[in-house]
């Protein structure tokens, strides 16, 4: 995998709320980043699988979403 390095702004709190968490799970801020941004975009394509889906079949219910958050905790 080719590596791309480059840089980013962030606002001080965040910055520090970023290296806080990635000390906690990761070896870098690179690296949680990466999970992070990942994780966004998993979280983008997702989006777009339900609004596929609505547009066939109607918006979920109510009851269909919290069981789908549950579900997804555990």
């Known amino acids: ?14 910055a520090a709320m970023v290296r806080e968490a990635a000390a906690a799970k990761d ?4 690296l949680w980043l990466a999970d992070a941004a990942r994780s ?3 979280t983008r394509d997702l989006s777009d699988v339900v609004a596929d889906w609505e547009a066939v079949h109607g918006k979920f219910t109510e009851t269909e979403v919290a069981q789908a958050r549950s579900e997804m905790r555990h």
């Open 27 to 30: 070896p870098s801020v690179s």
């Open 1 to 14: 995998m080719a590596i791309e390095r480059f840089t980013l702004s962030l606002e001080s709190e965040l």
């Open 40 to 42: 966004r975009l998993v």
